[in-house]
């Protein structure tokens, strides 16, 4: 025996990361999510996909779950991702997510499932009739990373516990079948400063999808007149705009409109504040709404675009996954001999 730390993983890094087609998308996904994405992809290895086997640990109406995995897979490459480049697919077209999952399953351990927080609030009060796949969804979510073996995965602070977890499959799955280093331990890459926004309408609420005013969020389909009207309508307050952080973030709304505004502009707050201290929200939502407007109105152009034409959607989806299963299926491969699966001898 020694007391030496196991093999560290020593392959290449890749970026994963995934979103469900469970609702349309909003300027909260681009700059938490999409936007991020686009500036990695040059970077680095990136496998992005539209979450559908997730989606359906709640119930989808069969006949619209394609158009939604579609319309991601849109927002995708109209935010300025390169099919070309990072590869793009649905999660359930790739069949090695779910080869790993079933082998994840019987290496995390339900005190590990207990113990995951977002499963808690999902399945709500109503826990006996939540499906078995909302359970062990954090365990597909491994699958999802280490079937790529990814280094690091771009993802909101709510994912943190998720990457923990998958870190300890990984972990155990390595140590269980005396594979030291085959799957590597990936960090989490959490958003930004400027990339939480928050609802237009209450400055301490996260801009959601489920939240019933539609005013509370910019949608990546809304047109320009609906930009500028959320807007305008967007919750503030009576005074100008400080010219130091710690006044602004007593202001929760101000804070995230100017957060917003510097995510958009590639400026910190801080610098936004040099441009607009002592101005009211009169001169300053104007420039926000252009800022906006010149960004988003171009990405929902492209997005109907895409979606008018599933064709072309559909050859870079297919052409995705097929680069993805060919990193995947060698993972998965080497991971059923190492767990002992039958395997032809001839
Ligand atoms: N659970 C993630 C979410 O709700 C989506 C997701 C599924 C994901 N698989 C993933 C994110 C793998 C990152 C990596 O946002």
Known sequence: MTDQAPAAYDGPQRVLSGVQPSGALHLGNYLGALKKFVDLQSRMDCFLFVADLHAITVWQEPDKLAAQTREIAAAYIASGLDPDR?????????RAHVDLAWIFNCVARLGWLDRMT???????????????????????????ILVYKATHVPVGEDQKQHLELTRDIAQKFNNDFNAP??????????????????????????????????????????DKDTIDQKVRKARTDPEPLPDNLEALKARSEADNLVGVYGAMAGLTKLEVLERFAGQGFGQFKPALSELLVE???????????????PAELDRNLAKGAERASAIAEPVVDEARRKVGFWRPTI
Do not use: W
């Open 86 to 94: 990072a590869a793009i697919f649905p999660q359930s077209a790739v």
């Open 295 to 309: 960004t988003m109105a171009p990405i929902g152009d492209e997005m109907r675009r895409l979606i008018g034409d």
């Open 181 to 222: 280093g085959f799957f590597p331990l990936p960090e989490p890459l959490i958003e930004g400063p400027g990339a939480r926004v928050m609802s237009l309408r209450d400055g301490q609420a996260k801009m959601s999808k489920s939240d019933p005013s539609d005013y509370s969020r910019i949608n990546l389909l809304d």
């Open 118 to 144: 977002q499963v808690k609030e999902k399945s709500g009060k109503l826990k006996e009739r939540a499906t078995v796949g909302l359970y062990t969804y954090p365990v597909l979510q491994a699958a999802d």
